[in-house]
């Protein structure tokens, strides 16, 4: 924050500066300028250098030169500056060279400069010292400035950790929408030599609803991504929001916007895909609009299943309820017989929305109709759903050890690291 | 007071613009030479897959046991938390990975260069790894510590080409007569060059330890100069389709402007399939990058590689 205030500080100055500096531009070349002007360094520079010394100063030679100081020990002014106007210099690296061109001479006005220069000469050395000072700062100020215009901005957002397992993701992380559909080609083959015969027989055989939580000021910032990229291995996707938008498409479930209001969403969501869509899918699964889910993964671990049996999957947390609870960060997946049976239990009044913590609240509700909450683990006992990022998974420490994941997992962590991933959460 | 300050204000003025000057004269330069099909570019293509296919399976694992690639990488004490994520991650697929460190750093093994200016560090770098090494490695990989490689697809890469050329590859950048290999994305050298180079180490007047008089020019310009004298110019390595294998960005970066320059085929704009380096990432993102490389697979997508090479000995995160 502090860093930003002093950016927009240097900012203004420099903007300041730029709209005051055309009025300041000396009117008179101050003479003990050309000494201290550094050369260009590199023939480019050079040669850019020679051709507007000699179109800034065409009448150099004809021009009456100012007459020299008394002791002689400056140049005068008009001879330093046109001096390459002259016959041309060997350029050499150690010497410098002057670029007056480069500062406006044009400006230069012959006949006033020497009752100028009388004047002046007194306060010459003055004056020297303050126009250094001010070239470096106006060299600082301008690096500065360009820096922060030319500069690679690195938004590496800091993942905060919140102690809390029921806390949210902001949902103002900043992020400009883009313009534009776009197309990830995630059904494109990509790769020429890829052999994808058993992904799309398990497409076939597998059928996954996909519905995903997101709102109305998230479709174009969250949304927008997951239908371009991983949605597009869902057999059937919808996108659910408080308000319905018929261009994206995303289906209106009419709530307000809100964490409290998570759980009647899921509930009014999952009465939405029972009431029309229930015989186009074996599967139901729910994501929200910063999870990543490999569908392919998915359908492995689903096609040992039937979708006939009341039983839910997704990252098993212990507490709270008997048999556990699926994490609503990492998304779970119902069978089509656990989706009838949530539906019809609000119905009967068998649950209601006790609370409005979605997760938890769905996993009690789960528990009262005898869903069965399934294990979600691979071959070799590693979890499959995540509820974090990445990298918080996978580099060890990174989740201190009083941070309450470790307590909630219903299943001892396995040593090395994962194999099989579904589902990311909180993606940036 | 007046004068003071007016002249103050000149010189503010003339510092401003001087330094904008400099900016764009910089800016000119780096904008013409990071042009992906600038044809004044040497470029090397990887091999073609079909061409490998034939050659016989006995042959293939023969050839891809005789690449050996040493890599070497360059580190600063201030750039520890990469260093250590590099270590635990992509140089493990190097036949063999010396860190290079400008002082002397407790915390990892190192190689102490005893400076801290770049070009010094390199050399010295490359003389040691070319003295103690030159029998047993034909291939030399020069990296950032912010840079993540993948071995097994340099390897690829280098399939077809013969070490004992002057080879010196990578993501070449022009700047003004001089084309060069950009150390963000990784410098290689095949043991000839190597040969070459070091034999041009001792001579001042073509590879001096300090170029540049006024401003300081980068190690890998140096570099590049240097390998001119001895008739080694830089090739920029691309895929069969044209696009960098070398890159000086990061995926995420690459991702972001594709989206917004090429909306319509995002992944295919981006990058190459047999990308060899990307660069600019945090330590988390090398872990990241490791489990999306060697571990995460989608089930049932089957690829037929043309080559195996085998993961190290003893890695957990391969």
Known sequence: MGLAIHRAAILLTCSLLLVVGPSLLPSRAPPFLAPCLPSGGDSEARAAHGWTTQRSCPAGPSRPRADP???GTRSPGVGTFCRSSGPPRRPSASEPEPSASAWGLPRFSPGSSEIHFREMASKSWLNFLTFLCGSAIGFVLCSQLLSI???????IQPNILH?????????????????????????????????????EYLYQKVKILCWVMTGPQNLEKKAKHVKATWAQRCNKVLFMSSEENKDFPAVGLKTREGRDQL??????????VHEHY??????????????????????????????????????????YVKQGYMSGGAGYVLSKEALKRFVNAFKTDECTHSSSIEDLALGRCMEIINVEAGDSRDTTGKETFHPFVPEHHLIKGYLPKTFWYWNYNYYPPVEVSLEFLLLYKYLD | MLSESSSFLKGVMLGSIFCALIT???????????????????????????????????????????????CIILVKPKDVSLWAAVKETWTK??????????????????????????????????????????????WFFLARPTTFAIIENLKYFLLKKDPSQPFYLGHTVKSGDLEYVSVEGGIVLSIESMKRLNSLLSVPEKCPEQGGMIWKISEDKQLAVCLKYAGVFAENAEDSEGKDVFNTKSVGLFIKEAMTNQPNQVVEGCCSDMAVTFNGLTPNQMHVMMYGVYRLRAFGHIFNDALVFLPPNGSDND
């Not at chain 1, 994501?287 to 999957?313: C, G, H, M, Q």
């Not at chain 2, 990887?46 to 694992?61: C, G, Q, V, Y």
């Not at chain 2, 560090?121 to 090494?133: G, I, L, S, T, W």
């Open chain 1, 163 to 199: 102690n809390d397992p029921h806390a949210r993701h902001s949902d103002d992380n900043g992020q400009s929408p883009l313009e534009g559909q776009m197309n990830f080609d995630a059904d494109v083959s990509q790769h020429k030599d890829e052999n994808t015969d058993i992904a």
């Open chain 1, 263 to 272: 759980y009647w969403k899921t509930i009014k969501a999952f009465q939405y």
């Open chain 1, 69 to 71: 100081r008394p002791g």
């Open chain 1, 149 to 155: 215009l030319l500069g690679e901005q690195k938004d």
């Open chain 2, 93 to 138: 697929h190097c036949d063999k990975a010396e860190f290079f460190s400008s002082e002397n750093v407790k915390v990892f093994e190192s190689i102490n260069m005893e400076t801290n200016d770049m070009w010094l560090m390199m050399r010295k770098a490359y003389k040691y790894a070319f003295d103690k090494y030159r029998d047993q490695y034909n």
């Open chain 1, 278 to 319: 229930l015989e186009d899918a074996d599967w139901f699964m729910k994501a929200d609009d910063d999870t990543y889910v490999i569908l392919d993964n998915l359908r492995w671990l689903l096609s040992k299943y039937n979708p006939e049996e009341p039983i839910y999957f997704g990252r098993r947390f212990k507490p």
């Open chain 2, 24 to 70: 764009m004269l910089g800016h000119i330069k780096i904008g013409h030479g990071n042009r992906m099909h600038d044809h004044e570019h040497h470029h090397l293509q990887a091999p073609n897959k079909e061409d490998i296919l034939k050659i016989s399976e006995d042959e293939r694992m023969e050839l891809s046991k005789s690449f050996q690639v040493y």
